[in-house]
């Protein structure tokens, strides 16, 4: 533990991870959460919409926040919350009460978001080296392992409420013990920082690189929240089996994240954003036309590649960007690309309640479409020297 905490790098992994595991624990636990308030998929996408709206709410201030609140308060407190919403939510016996659970878990979400990808950022400046899909691959891996262990106790029968408890346990130990005494990196330059209203308004630059997010957040946010309950109702499958969709999604966007960066590195980053908005079409005709739960599953697959490094260079851009402050672009992109969160989640719901969940799952194509056009705000250079220093 002491090496972590002492390397930069591997504490931002760390960070990634620690945060997808937390936040992670509740979709694999979404049917039985479902069934155990007994509604319809319509009530579960608006109670889910929690989580989001206070993701949105706090991006409105986050880049203060994040400026002022030590980083390792900012984990060491964050990720507990994050699990402490969960608990709250395994004992909501209402929609409303559900949603406003998650909304306390969606603060912590939007802080640690922007905190954990400026460190990222920082991190490659410190070491002039491509961090940043990698340390999202750690956010997926974090994301699989809660997968694997929502799938496991799902099918062993443990309620959700006993398994948030035990993830809060481990996310509180852990995460306390690696960033107790880390030391963040420093900023890659000095900015003034301009803006004096609540409301981080993107630049032109950021405003692209958000209609370029889109496609990915839609396509990580409706595989994240409807995979599972789209295995139950389609196929009736298995409880383990319904948990591999998301899990072949999380484990596949994980991979791909981890070894993307000397690509990204070699051929440029607008040939393997071309790539991946191809793989994320395919994965979703995939799971739309799927008549056998299997064809589902490699669709799931593709589904989690391809969206695996949208929103990671999008990201770094961002945070490379000197019209403002780091800070602002990173949570200027962050609080309209969760938009995409805030409004997918009822919307999926009403459409899988008057047509189908296959028909929720198409949506994403006219925004996979919208991505193409937006591949050229993509930077193919990524570390460059200035009279102001390294970027």
Request: aromatic share 14%; charged share 15%; with cysteine.
């Amino acid at each position: 533990m002491q090496i972590i905490s002492n390397t930069p790098k591997n504490a931002v992994y760390f960070g990634f991870f620690i945060y997808a595991f937390a936040l992670g624990s509740l979709f694999p636990r979404l049917a039985d959460l479902q069934m155990q308030m007994g509604i319809s998929k319509a009530e579960l996408g608006l109670a889910l919409a929690g989580l989001p709206a206070g993701v949105q709410i706090t991006l409105l201030f986050a880049d203060r926040l994040v400026r002022k609140i030590p980083f390792m308060l900012l984990l060491g407190v964050g990720a507990p919350v994050i699990c402490l919403s969960q608990l709250l939510a395994a004992l909501a016996g209402t929609p409303a009460s559900f949603f406003f659970c998650l909304a306390l878990g969606g603060v912590s979400v939007a802080l640690i978001e922007v905190a954990v990808n400026l460190e990222a950022d920082r991190v490659e400046a410190l070491n002039c080296e491509r961090i940043m899909n990698r340390s999202h691959a750690f956010w997926s891996f974090g994301f699989f392992g809660a997968s694997i262990l929502g799938a496991g106790f799902a099918q062993l029968g443990v309620s959700p409420l006993l398994h948030f408890a035990i993830v809060s346990g481990i996310t509180a130990c852990f995460t306390n013990l690696v960033f107790l005494k880390y030391k963040p990196a420093t900023p890659r330059y000095k900015t003034t920082v301009q803006k004096a209203s609540v409301f981080v308004w993107p630049s032109k630059a950021v405003f692209l690189l958000i209609l370029f997010t889109l496609s990915g957040m839609l396509v990580e946010g409706s595989y994240i929240d409807w995979s599972i309950i789209f295995m139950r109702d389609e196929f009736d499958t298995f409880p383990f089996v319904e948990g591999l969709a998301l899990i072949f999604a999380a484990l596949s966007q994980a991979l791909v994240r981890f070894f993307a960066d000397p690509f990204v590195e070699r051929y440029g980053s607008r040939l393997i954003a071309f790539i991946s908005i191809s793989f994320m079409a395919l994965g979703v005709c995939l799971v739309s036309f799927a008549t056998f739960f299997l064809v589902a599953l490699i669709g799931f697959l593709f589904m989690g590649a391809g969206s695996a490094v949208i929103f990671p260079l999008a990201m770094s851009s961002a945070a490379r960007r000197r019209d403002r402050s780091p800070e602002e672009n990173v949570a200027a992109l962050a609080q309209f690309a969760f938009v995409t969160f805030l409004v997918a989640p009822p919307i999926l719901g009403f459409i899988s309640e008057i047509y189908s969940l296959r028909i929720a799952f198409a949506l994403a194509l006219p925004f996979i479409f919208l991505s193409y056009f937006q591949l050229n705000i993509l930077k193919e250079k990524h570390f460059e020297s200035d009279s102001n220093g390294p970027r």
